[in-house]
């Protein structure tokens, strides 16, 4: 889940810095008018219908809090009069709470952060409200439509109506060491082992080959090849991936009946623990921040995670106090970046803004979630260096300021681009976490040396049960509903 460490709920940062780097931002971005509008027209409309009053919205603890704590919520309130309660809630509990609140009735909440894989659940249960009345009331349609392909056509809709709009950017990227594939005596020895040019990993086989390769050569230098996090809530999102690159099906759309322990799946599982044996011991346990302190250190030499990984690994902001807690980066200007091997990278959870159907004051919550996810407002929140935001609009790719950030932005930005063309959405269903559940125990099972096909052999017969509890026909419909979507599977 996005919720990556409990180091990350206990830091702070200055208001002023966060509206001095969102005034650089706003001078250094130059959306055309158009763009300004939407903005501009939830101003204005709730101007008229919202001040004095508070909009209570639900966000992920910790970090990401940081944006409407310390930068969009002052902001809303100064140029509205509208204030903004923030309510912060680990990522593990949002969809929980939300659903307590939504039963409860009490209209605590206004406004709300779901993970997309929620959706389809939330607006069954009848806890988002649909956005589309407000979206052409209110102009937005247009800019709508400049999101990128992926989080526009995947994360935005349940039955064709919007029940919330994409704001982050997850996808999972690939990182490795420009400087050490540019090694001639590397590039010399690897060619002559196996026939063809060192160079990022096309597939899973030549990263198997590679990584491999690298922990041998450079073992001396206290290098290894690769390192993943591999804590099941983590590699859940990998597994997913790789099982449909390797053209794996999650289930016969037939029947419903789980097709994960196919050959497909268990192959990936099998490969899965093999790779560790090139990786750091205890690997097994890493999360993201282990994994991110060992590549930040130079001692791994490709990795795999979401964006913020290459803002840190630059060391982009890397002295201010809010990000003290990630370790020096000793490998600024030598980080690549590009789409995992298969082209098709995983999603991995990423936020959507919705409106709670019992919010008291629809309208103002709506008008802040607009404002929010604006072209203008959210090219400024993207570049919030601690809020874990990351571009999800056609227009964040080709930032002038954005781009400019460190001299390789370029290259990462258009690496993150390219993951929003060929992206791969989560599993999303009704009752998606105790599918996910399943999962997660298998992994651990992996990494506790059982065997893959037995493995999945259960988390396949879990799934059937739930699938029976829900309703067979019922998940059927809302399954191949998730499946005809563009991300769902790789084209």
């Given at each position: ?68 704590t310390q930068f969009s919520g002052p902001l809303w309130e100064k140029e509205t009069g509208c204030k903004v309660k923030v309510v912060e809630v680990p990522t593990a509990e949002m969809f929980t709470k939300i659903m307590q609140e939504f039963r409860a009735g009490t209209g605590a909440y206004d406004a709300l952060n779901v993970i ?376």
């Open positions: 889940m996005k919720d990556y460490s409990s180091v990350l709920r206990r830091l702070g940062l200055s208001r002023g810095l966060l509206l001095t780097i969102a005034t650089a931002t706003a001078l250094a971005w130059t959306g055309v008018a158009s763009a300004q509008n939407a903005a501009k027209t939830a101003v204005e409309a709730a101007k008229k219908i919202c001040n004095g009053k508070t909009i209570t919205i639900v966000w992920e603890a910790g970090l990401q809090s940081l944006d409407p997309p894989a929620w959706m389809p659940d939330l607006a069954q249960a009848g806890a988002l409200e649909v956005l589309d009345p407000y979206v052409d009331k209110y102009g937005f349609r247009d800019e709508l439509k400049k999101i990128a392909p992926t989080y526009r056509d995947n994360q935005m809709t349940v039955n064709g109506k919007i029940y919330g709009f994409p704001d982050d950017g997850d996808v999972f990227l690939f990182y490795y060491r420009k400087d050490i594939f540019a090694r001639a005596d590397l590039k010399k020895a690897f060619k002559d082992k196996y026939k063809y040019d060192l160079a990022p990993p096309k597939t899973w086989k030549q990263f198997d080959e590679i990584g491999n390769f690298l922990t041998e050569a450079l073992k001396k230098e206290g290098i290894y090849g690769a390192a993943f996090f591999r804590e099941p809530p983590y590699t859940m999102f990998m597994f997913q991936e790789r099982f449909r690159v390797e053209g794996g099906k999650f289930f016969d759309a037939g029947t419903m009946k789980a097709t994960v322990n196919s050959p497909i799946g268990v192959k990936v599982f099998a490969d899965m623990r093999n790779e560790n044996r090139f990786m750091p011991p205890g690997v097994e346990k890493f999360g993201f921040v282990e994994n991110l302190a060992l590549f930040l250190k130079g001692q791994s030499a490709m990795t795999i995670s979401w964006p913020p990984y290459g803002r840190f690994a630059a060391g982009y902001l890397g002295s201010e106090k809010a990000l003290d807690w990630v370790p020096k980066s000793t490998i600024a200007g030598k980080v690549g970046y590009a789409l995992p091997p298969g082209g098709h990278p995983e999603l991995a959870a990423g936020f959507a803004l919705s409106v709670a159907s019992t919010s008291k004051q629809k309208e103002a919550a709506y008008l802040f979630i607009q404002w929010l996810n604006s072209e203008e407002i959210s090219n400024q929140r993207v570049q919030l260096p601690y809020t874990l935001r990351d571009p999800f609009r056609d227009s964040h790719y080709t930032n002038p300021g954005y781009l400019k950030l460190w001299p390789d932005a370029k290259d990462y930005l258009a690496a993150l681009h390219a993951g929003a063309q060929t992206g791969l959405l989560d599993l999303s269903l009704i009752q998606t976490d105790k599918y996910e559940e399943a999962l997660r125990q298998g992994i651990s099972k992996l990494w506790a040396g059982e065997d893959p096909q037995k493995i999945l052999g259960k988390v396949a017969a879990d799934w059937d049960e739930v699938t029976k509890q829900v309703g067979v026909d019922k998940q059927k419909t809302v399954y191949n509903a998730w499946a005809a979507k563009s991300g769902a599977y790789p084209k």
